[in-house]
């Protein structure tokens, strides 16, 4: 009814602009709620294939372990089982702590599998992939 009295459709749209309805007043929140919610969603994939396909990435002796495995193996099979005299020798650079510490590593992380014998005896062999 503003509208129809002379100036009075400025006086409306300046009354818009200086009171905002409730509708602009939750506007912000709503928005703030969608990105959140648009952030999770792009998120939970990158976490879930994270669990799914674990990456790791391998220094040190643990890198230099793994390429002396492979090398070593020939024909991309898992070759024969390996001590740790075996291992010290691929990385005689090494110390053979770390050179065992590497190997269970390895282990732990799937890329390897150790057997183990009575006492502290065990080989280890490149896993199958």
């Known amino acids: 009814m503003a509208g129809e009295v002379p100036l009075g459709d400025v006086v409306v749209k300046l009354a818009g602009e200086l009171i905002p309805s409730q509708a602009q007043k939750a506007r912000p929140h709503w928005e ?3 990105s959140e919610r648009t952030n999770e ?3 939970r994939p990158d976490r879930h294939a994270q669990m799914l396909a674990p990456t790791t990435t391998l ?3 643990r890198f230099d372990l793994a390429v002396a495995l ?3 193996s020939g024909d991309g099979m898992a ?3 390996l001590t740790i005299n075996d291992l010290c020798k691929l990385l005689p650079q090494v110390d053979p ?3 065992e510490k590497a190997a269970f590593d390895l282990d732990a992380l799937g890329l390897t599998s ?3 014998s009575f006492g502290e005896h065990w080989w280890l062999r490149l ?3």
Do not use: L
């Open 32 to 34: 703030g709620a969608i």
């Open 41 to 43: 969603h792009s998120e």
């Open 59 to 61: 220094v040190g002796p």
């Open 70 to 72: 492979a090398r070593a």
């Open 79 to 81: 070759g024969r089982s």
């Open 97 to 99: 702590k770390d050179v």
């Open 114 to 116: 150790i057997q183990r």
């Open 127 to 129: 896993s199958p992939i």
